[in-house]
């Protein structure tokens, strides 16, 4: 079966998710397993943990996962099978944790982001500041 379509994505820790995430996966049944395999597309936006800039990052995550119809929701809320109920799958759910599990710990403008002054609050990525 293949699926294409766009989910919401809830904003975490600052990171919002301004416009749905592109889902596009083929799903079928291999060895009592379900196998998910696809993409993920989502545009991540939020501030740089550094300097304050605002920061917009476009996410594309890979999706390999195999899911455990015996095992669901209805089991036990946390284990790797939590999106499968039965012989329904939460694609909303599964493409919001797959986005979150790839953020990173903070965004970052750029990788030569020098911050902010300790001292003045001046934004060293403009030019030096003039504080001693």
Do not use: W
Request: one cysteine or more.
């Amino acid at each position: 079966m293949l699926l294409e379509d766009e989910v919401p994505v809830e904003s975490f820790e600052g990171i919002e998710f301004p416009a749905p995430a592109k889902v596009r996966l083929e799903m079928r049944y291999a060895d009592r397993m379900l196998h998910v395999a696809g993409s993920v597309d989502a545009l991540a936006r939020g501030h740089c943990d550094a300097c304050l800039a605002d920061v917009e990052r476009d996410l594309h995550l890979d999706v390999n996962e195999r899911f455990d119809p015996a095992e669901g929701r209805s089991a036990d809320p946390f284990a790797e099978s939590n999106v499968l109920t039965g012989d329904r799958l939460d694609v909303a759910d599964l493409a919001q944790q797959l986005v979150l599990s790839a953020l990173p710990l903070g965004l970052r403008c750029s990788d030569e982001c020098k911050g902010l002054c300790p001292v003045c609050g001046g934004n060293l990525n403009a030019g030096e500041c003039s504080c001693t």
